[in-house]
T-cell receptor
């Protein structure tokens, strides 16, 4: 089974701190994604990566950056955390075969910025 | 712009009945549609994928239909059980080639009462 792990289930940070969220997948997937999920707004794509060192902005990239130095690892960085970044963050991965493939999600990190 | 709508109101049904969830979309012609299940505090889990040239797909007690004329997908759970209680998300392809991007609906919460 595909396993996607995230570094923390719960995280509390202060405004202005630099925050790193780590995601690792063990199935050699090319695609990796970072979403945030908020009540009433659903899942929104922050960034995605289709190869090592490759990244593209999603729908809400402002205030975030990403890093993909190895195929299995995709990191989300909050350069200066703000209270409006309090949310559930979900990482996902998928194969990059022709057509579409389902996404496999991690358990999520609930981030609170105070 | 592309829009996906799922009924934001929770669906409450009695155990043993068939649950039917709706996913409507506008300004879009997706090549495929996916359904995911999400339990509280956890990441979504893939259930079914249906392509634009398929009318219906089944998996055990689950059935998905895809009507590209109505721009609608219906998700059915037959002989529902309390364990089926969860939030169900529909997702459409991002329409950007093979990047694997998905656009998610907000989800409908299903509550099955014993």
């Amino acid at each position: 089974d595909v396993k996607v792990t995230q570094s923390s289930r719960y995280l509390v940070k202060r405004t202005g701190e630099k925050v790193f969220l780590e995601c690792v997948q063990d199935m050699d997937h090319e695609n990796m994604f970072w979403y945030r999920q908020d009540p009433g707004l659903g899942l929104r794509l922050i960034y995605f990566s289709y190869d090592v060192k490759m990244k593209e902005k999603g729908d809400i990239p402002e205030g975030y950056s990403v890093s993909r130095e190895k195929k299995e690892r995709f990191s989300l960085i909050l350069e200066s955390a703000s209270t409006n970044q309090t949310s559930m963050y979900l990482c996902a991965s998928s194969l990059a075969l022709a057509g579409v493939q389902e996404q496999y999600f991690g358990p999520g990190t609930r981030l609170t910025v105070t | 712009s592309q829009k996906i709508e799922q009924n934001s109101e929770a669906l409450n049904i009695q155990e043993g009945k068939t649950a039917t969830l709706t996913c409507n979309y506008t300004n879009y012609s997706p090549a495929y549609l996916q359904w995911y299940r999400q339990d509280p505090g956890r990441g979504p889990v893939f259930l079914l994928l249906i392509r634009e040239n398929e009318k219906e797909k089944r998996k055990e007690r689950l059935k998905v239909t895809f009507d590209t004329t109505l721009k609608q997908s219906l998700f059915h759970i037959t002989a529902s059980q309390p364990a089926d209680s969860a939030t169900y998300l529909c997702a459409l392809d991002g329409g950007s080639g093979n990047t694997g991007k998905l656009i998610f609906g907000q989800g409908t919460t299903l509550q099955v009462k014993p």
